[in-house]
């Protein structure tokens, strides 16, 4: 299935540029791909244990006629080439989508297929989590949360609101104990907790490190982050992300 959703996404991208000519001008336009800084990525917040300032994680950003892409990854690095280039290279590691994902957030931006696709930052984040708890409610009820990425604010939120388990790949984390939920194990705890719940809340990273597809089910899910956004709108996903730019 993971192959089959990147491929899928690989020929909307190339569809994309060949019906908005872009693919021919690429000799011209080149896409570069940088890692920003954290205070560059999320600003200054109050709160300092979120991923990007414990540096986890980093920002990987594309800027394609002006319009900035981002994409979440533990696989960090600079690229500077044109979109042909980015879609004759094999997606292979998590490096290779962020570049991917990225310069597709980027070039979608551009071209109004999808918005929001830069981070918010300071104390938007936390914002963002608040608003996250009404809009469950509002929809959902009460439902059981699986949260697939600690992203702490959101968690702190959720937990206090709703009956959560929480589910993370970095192995400092699990087992730790974060606002009373204990931080389960994301490669050997997913089914579990997915048969559990009655709704996921994923992080758009899931898209950078291929593990999404665990979590397109017959369960709801709701996404959150810049890294999906134009995955989200390509693909018809529930996406969350009221503070991006």
């Not at 920003?36 to 990987?60: C, F, H, S, T």
Request: aromatic content about 8%; charged content about 30%.
């Amino acid at each position: 299935m993971e192959n089959n959703f990147y491929g899928d996404l690989i020929r909307r991208f190339k569809k994309i540029a060949q019906d908005n000519d872009i693919l021919n001008e690429t000799i011209k336009v080149e896409v570069k791909v940088k890692v920003l800084k954290p205070e560059e990525a999320i600003g200054v917040p109050k709160r300092q244990d979120y991923p990007l300032l414990k540096g986890k994680e980093k920002m990987m950003e594309a800027e394609f006629k002006g319009y900035k892409g981002q994409a979440f990854t533990d696989m960090p690095g600079k690229f500077s080439g044109t979109i042909s280039d980015i879609l004759n290279k094999k997606i292979e590691t998590n490096f290779d989508r962020a570049i991917f994902i990225s310069t597709l957030n980027a070039v979608c931006a551009c071209l109004k297929i999808c918005d929001r696709t830069v981070h918010c930052k300071d104390e938007e984040p936390e914002e963002c989590a608040k608003l996250f708890v009404k809009h469950i409610k509002e929809n959902y009820g009460s439902p059981k949360i699986a949260l697939i990425g600690l992203q702490p604010a959101i968690l702190q939120r959720l937990s206090e609101n709703f009956n959560v388990r929480a589910l993370d790949l970095d192995k400092d984390k699990i087992g730790s104990i974060k606002f009373g939920v204990k931080i389960e194990d994301g490669d050997k705890n997913t089914k579990e907790v997915l048969d559990w719940c009655e709704l996921i809340v994923a992080t758009g990273s899931t898209s950078a490190n291929a593990t999404i597809t665990n979590y397109i089910n017959d369960k709801p899910v709701i996404f959150y982050g810049t890294t999906l956004s134009a995955i989200a709108s390509l693909k018809g996903l529930n996406r969350f992300c009221p503070c991006s730019k």
